[in-house]
């Protein structure tokens, strides 16, 4: 079955440890997204890649990095720089196809104590 | 920064009421489109609006992208519970990246 995997599903972490969640996806998409979703906020866009090796900058990436080695791979580190890293994080990729969806893993909560 | 602006932000109805959701840009929009993530899911897509005017069907649900193409509505006849969740508006930018409103939680009451 094709689709997004995120994992880990749930994770808890101390406060100032670095944090890398996976998201791998077998669509063949060239783009990838990551997304933070708090209560009342909507989905904020961390950062996102259309190739491999290229990536840019979304609306929240302070405290935030990613890298994009392979076409199915785009993980995101929460550094220990992100004031309040505790939020659901959602990986997402995007086929350019006509009707222009995204297609979204099941979400990574993150919760430092 | 987010350029949609989407209400309610919350809204609660009874069990066979209608609901309806507005998103609105102070800019036009090339096109726009809705996802509905369930409580604990994620969000899935639901529709992409193109043209000026356009308005789609989906069994009980109608979206409506404005003649200026600055605003959208997707509206709900006849709730049920499994239309529970929140619906979201999103704009993509050109061939790059998509923008997310803020959502509105639809809760059912029975």
């Known amino acids: 079955d094709g689709g997004i995997t995120q994992s880990p599903k749930y994770l808890f972490r101390k406060e100032g440890q670095n944090v890398t969640l996976s998201c791998e996806q077998n669509l063949n998409h060239d783009a990838m997204y990551w997304y933070r979703q708090d209560p009342g906020q909507g989905l904020r866009l961390i950062y996102y890649s259309q190739i491999v090796n290229d990536f840019q900058k979304g609306d929240i990436a302070e405290g935030y990095s990613v890298s994009r080695e392979k076409k199915e791979s785009f993980p995101l580190t929460v550094t220990s720089a992100q004031k309040n890293p505790t939020a659901f994080y959602l990986c997402a990729s995007w086929g350019r196809t006509i009707t222009g969806e995204l297609f979204f893993g099941e979400g990574s909560r993150l919760t430092v104590l | ?110």
């Not at chain 2, 193409?69 to 499994?82: E, G, P, R, V």
């Open chain 2, 1 to 110: 920064g987010q350029q949609v602006m989407q209400i309610p932000q919350y809204q609660h109805v009874q069990e066979g009421e209608d609901f309806t959701t507005y998103c609105n840009s102070s800019t036009t929009l090339s096109n726009i489109q809705w996802y509905k993530q369930r409580p604990g899911g994620h969000p899935v897509f639901l529709i992409q609006l193109v043209k000026s005017g356009e308005v789609k069907k989906q069994k009980r649900l109608t979206f409506q992208f404005g003649e200026a193409k600055k605003n959208s509505s997707l509206h709900i006849t006849a709730t049920q519970t499994t239309d529970v969740g929140t619906y979201f508006c999103a704009e993509p930018k050109g061939n790059d990246k998509i923008i997310f409103g803020k959502g509105t939680r639809l809760h059912i009451l029975p």
